[in-house]
């Protein structure tokens, strides 16, 4: 069976300083993998989608990006964190040949102070 | 870009009465998502909508789709305690990308 791995459950990381969060996928081949975001008591924003390695797409202009280098890997990172890249951070990932599902990962509470 | 929409968001209900929580789309899609948050936790799904006029139910939750009038309503019966949780409506766009409702905040009350 498929399972999505996120990690770490919770982080807390000064300004300025850089960030590496990594969601792995296991049991299926070539998944298209997402990056969202949920700021406190806010909806959630898709902010990095892949269809496959090397190739990244971004929904909105930030101070984070995304880098899949292996097929079942997907890493979210910053050089420089600001306040307000403080959230809930959650992996996703479908089969590239089914587009009804989507599972989630269990997600990672940032909070940069 | 897709926007997707939710009313309302915040709800505080008693247990036993009934509710509705509506999501309305902007754009074309035949194809409508519901997930339940709770707090600190990642998202479960809950219904998938595949086709104008489609309604699934599950306990005390119904939700259907209006791929029409862009609407997908989540109606909830006889509420209970278990239910409190935040819940999001889903479109995805014509490249698979999903946009989410900005949530509905549900709590009951005994």
Redesign the interface.
């Known amino acids: 069976s498929q399972t999505i791995h996120q990690w770490p459950a919770t982080l807390v990381q000064p300004v300025g300083s850089p960030l590496s969060l990594e969601c792995t996928v296991e049991g299926t081949s070539n998944p298209?993998l997402?990056w969202?975001r949920q700021a406190a008591g806010?909806?959630?924003?898709?902010l990095f989608?892949s269809v496959g390695i090397g190739q990244i797409s971004s929904?909105v202009p930030q101070n984070l990006s995304a880098s899949r280098p292996q097929d079942r890997q997907f890493i979210l990172s910053s050089k420089k964190l600001l306040l307000s890249d403080s959230g809930?951070y959650?992996c996703?990932w479908?089969r590239h040949d089914r587009?009804?599902?989507?599972?989630?990962?269990?997600?990672t509470?940032l909070t940069v102070v | 870009e897709l926007k997707v929409e939710q009313n309302p968001l915040f709800l505080s209900m008693q247990e036993g009465k009934n509710y509705t929580i509506y999501c309305n789309y902007s754009t074309t899609s035949d194809r409508l998502y519901w997930y339940r948050q709770d707090p600190g936790k990642s998202l479960e799904s809950l219904f998938v909508l595949l086709s104008n006029g489609a309604v699934k139910q599950e306990g005390r939750l119904m939700a259907s789709l209006d791929t029409k009038a862009r609407l997908s309503t989540l109606h909830i019966t006889a509420a209970v305690h278990d239910l409190s949780a935040t819940y999001f409506c889903a479109v995805p766009n014509t490249g698979n990308q999903f946009y989410f409702g900005t949530g509905t905040s549900l709590t009951v009350i005994p």
């Open positions: 298209n997402y969202y806010r909806g959630l924003q898709l989608y929904e809930f959650l996703a479908r587009p009804v599902e989507y599972t989630f990962g269990s997600g509470r």
